[in-house]
């Protein structure tokens, strides 16, 4: 599974793929920049996305497999 759990403001559930996480800007809500130019507000901190992203990396290293992280996303034209 490519993906981790992670709560919009108003608590509704997002699930992203980590793969596609580029930079995290913490504060009292953490925004999460990902490869294809889109920010998500989440309410966990920056500190428990990186421990999710660390586990799922663990899992995927685990299993030997290789990941294109891109693959099927464009960048959005700003």
Known sequence: MTVIKLH???GLELVVNAELIET????????????????????????????????????VNSAGKAVNPIAGYERQKS
């Open 8 to 10: 919009k403001l108003n």
């Open 24 to 59: 995290l800007e913490p504060g009292p809500e953490t925004v999460v920049h990902l490869a294809t130019g889109n920010k998500l507000t989440v309410t966990e901190k920056a500190d428990e996305i990186v421990a999710k992203v660390v586990e799922y990396r663990k899992a």
